[in-house]
């Protein structure tokens, strides 16, 4: 079982988006799976531009050479792969979504429909698992709205948005406890969809728990 999170925030090692995948990756290690982590912000990842030499010339093969070679081929022996990234403008970063247009060979030209949507098919390839992983920096989870919308064409298997997502890195000993006490539950789906593919309802319930006010949050976060 090999599980990679592909982190698309800017901030790499110092984001919010990282607290909450190193706590998923640290569960998903705890229960035996090889583990690693992408900060795609990192990486040498040019744009796709649209040719389509990856479906009718070149099955499978972008004609771009860069660091999506070894990307791609890391997404492929995965079993699960967690797309992670903060809210920028209700959406992914452009990081996520430069390194997910980049993900079209996967996919093949034949159109399938599905409940009066149409989508690619996938290519005979097996895929990972899909988890999406986001925070927002506001409180609500409105923000979260076009994000479910674009990822529901990854089929996700979990979906991990937390909303107050500045709280991930807080030192203020009064705010931690309840910060370390939603990590736990973030580490516990790590470890069940290493184990088993999915997650319990009371993983998931812990997953949306409130870790603040809003009130005190938007006070928190005036702060600075
Ligand atoms: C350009 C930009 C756009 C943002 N847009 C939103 C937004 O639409 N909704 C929201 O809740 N937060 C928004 N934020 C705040 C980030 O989601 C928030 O700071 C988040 O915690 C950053 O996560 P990171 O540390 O993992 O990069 C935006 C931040 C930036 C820099």
């Keep these: 079982m090999k599980v990679t999170v592909f ?14 995948a190193s706590a998923f990756l640290k ?6 799976a090889e583990v690693q982590n992408i900060f795609l912000s990192e990486k040498n990842i040019k744009h796709c531009i649209g040719c389509f030499t990856c479906w009718h010339k070149t099955p499978g ?3 771009h050479r860069d660091d999506m070679d070894e990307l791609l081929e890391i997404v492929l022996s995965s079993d699960i792969i967690c797309l992670a990234t903060p809210v920028y403008l209700w959406n992914m970063t452009a990081h996520l979504k430069n390194f997910m247009d980049r ?20 290519s005979e390839i097996p895929r990972p698992k899909i988890v999406i992983l986001s925070n927002a920096g506001f409180p ?11 990822m529901r064409s990854m089929e996700p298997a979990l979906e991990i948005y937390r909303n107050c997502g500045m709280l991930m890195r807080t030192k203020d000993a009064t705010i931690l406890p309840k910060v370390s006490e939603y990590l736990e539950y973030v580490s516990k789906a790590g470890a069940e ?4 593919k999915s ?21 928190y976060i005036s702060r600075g």
């Design 27 to 32: 569960g998903a290690e705890a229960a035996g």
């Design 193 to 196: 969809m290493a184990s088993v």
């Design 7 to 20: 982190n698309g925030s800017p901030r790499a090692e110092n984001s919010n988006t990282h607290v909450i």
């Design 199 to 219: 997650v319990s309802p009371e993983t998931l319930n812990g997953l949306s728990m409130d870790i603040m006010s809003t009130g005190d949050y938007v006070a």
């Design 61 to 63: 093969k972008c004609i």
């Design 103 to 122: 993900l079209i060979p996967t996919k093949r030209h034949n159109v399938v429909e599905e409940d009066g949507h149409y989508e690619m098919s996938n």
């Design 140 to 150: 609500g989870d409105n923000n979260f709205e076009t994000m479910k919308m674009v």
